[in-house]
């Protein structure tokens, strides 16, 4: 088992590592100014890849601070210490670990209906991130949702977990992440099941009979090249970078703060949920 673990872990480092890589740390850091913002009733929930919380997740979760998020954050490692391809693969531990997440957000909305949840996640943990929104109630909503360099599948349908997203769901893919989303995910399969290229290679599209009234609320960004500064040269993790997490995600978060004030929103009603077959 040991061993095993470490041969999935090693799969997961070695294509990241030749996906490219330059620690932001090394990079000089440009002084920014995030707007003002409310951060009473906020928290931000990050989703690791399938390599389970990694230090670029910790780059990310520092970059944000630094870029002026003051609110709550919490990196959940959904991998269960199983990480690489057995938690790319395990769909049905998977559907679980979303269930788990949904009950989070959820028992985080009942606590608190005034609160605006920012919720962020990279690679295969953007598929977790989609499946615990599906599982939502209806009247359960988070404010952004962020897919870095997401392994679902382009066509995958959006649709239902937007409908839990009341500001805009923000997605950045590169065409220069080809090794771990193009040819990774053709051999090994999406986060979703697909052999394909990932939709943080090529970007999502809307499949057929999909609510185009939900995908207006999609924001994808496209690799751009001024981004290196902030040690984003394009690859798996670049949008991870502490300095591109600073410079260009956290003003997006606090922008929307701003957009989305605090408001008294009735308090959400518990609504029955449909239980996943989650036993050992």
């Not at 030749?18 to 929930?45: I, K």
């Not at 995958?156 to 769901?169: N, S």
């Not at 999502?204 to 999609?218: H, S």
Request: proline share 6%; aromatic share 8%; hydrophobic share 40%.
């Amino acid at each position: 088992m040991m061993y095993r673990r470490f041969v999935n872990r090693a799969v997961v480092l070695l294509l990241i590592g030749f996906s490219g890589w330059l620690p932001s740390r090394l990079l000089a850091a440009v002084p920014t100014t995030a707007p003002a913002a409310d951060f009473s009733h906020t928290w931000l929930l990050h989703l690791p890849g399938i390599g389970g919380e990694m230090p670029v997740d910790r780059d990310l979760r520092d970059g944000l601070k630094e870029g002026g998020w003051k609110g709550p954050l919490t990196i959940y490692d959904w991998t269960e210490n199983d990480p690489g391809l057995d938690a790319l693969r395990n769909h049905k531990r998977n559907m679980c670990e979303a269930a788990k997440i949904s009950q989070m957000i959820e028992k985080r909305v009942r606590k608190d209906p005034q609160v605006r949840i920012m919720l962020t996640s990279h690679s295969g943990g953007t598929g977790l991130a989609v499946w615990a929104l599906e599982k939502l109630p209806d009247e359960v909503k988070v404010q952004d949702l962020f897919l870095l360099a997401s392994a679902l599948s382009p066509s995958y349908d959006l649709g239902p977990a937007l409908k839990h997203v009341r500001g805009h769901a923000y997605v950045f893919y590169s065409q220069g992440d080809a090794v771990v989303l193009g040819t990774g995910t053709k051999l090994f399969g999406t986060i979703d099941g697909v052999r394909c290229e990932a939709a943080g290679l090529i970007g999502f599209a809307a499949p057929k009979g999909a609510d185009k009234t939900q995908y207006q609320k999609l924001v994808q960004k496209p690799y751009d090249e001024g981004w290196q500064v902030y040690g984003h040269f394009g690859n798996h993790i670049g949008c991870m970078s502490e300095a591109f997490a600073d410079h260009v995600l956290a003003p997006i978060l606090t922008e929307d703060l701003i957009e989305a004030p605090v408001s008294g929103r009735p308090s959400a009603r518990a609504a029955p949920r449909r239980e996943e077959n989650c036993e050992k």
